[in-house]
């Protein structure tokens, strides 16, 4: 029942920008914490851009500047805007929801949408 699913990828040229969002249905999302991953091919997955249930943002070197995550939880959905792209920025990207019950008997929560391919090229 859980879905996370992207939208918004695409091709764009170099210094464009691009706005990626992530759907989410099947969890409480206010209290996930949420971040926006990417793989490009033949390299590891990496964290672009993460944001707690709190509001609080953090991301990778990177992209600081020119990217920014943000979250609707009356929407369900969580965006990264991508300004600036690069060459570098082409990518699968994927969103993840990721929430740490501590209390009672601990029991993590993690999933992951099937992503969605942006290409920066000209």
């Known amino acids: 029942q859980v879905q996370l699913v992207e939208s918004g990828g695409g091709l764009v040229q170099p210094g464009g920008s691009r706005r990626l969002s992530c759907a989410a249905s099947?969890?409480?999302?206010?209290?996930?914490?949420m971040s926006w991953y990417r793989q490009a091919p033949g390299k590891q997955r990496e964290l672009v851009a993460a944001?707690?249930?709190?509001?609080?943002?953090n991301y990778e070197d990177s992209v600081k500047g020119r990217f920014t995550i943000s979250r609707d939880n009356a929407m369900n959905t969580m965006y990264l805007q991508m300004n600036s792209l690069k060459f570098e920025d082409t990518a699968v990207y994927y969103c993840?929801?990721?929430?740490?019950?501590?209390?009672?008997?601990?029991?993590?929560?993690?999933?992951w949408g099937q992503g969605t391919q942006v290409t920066v090229s000209s």
């Open positions: 944001i707690t249930s709190d509001g609080s943002t």
């Open positions: 993840n929801a990721h929430y740490d019950r501590s209390y009672y008997r601990r029991r993590v929560y993690d999933y």
């Open positions: 099947g969890i409480i999302f206010s209290v996930y914490d």
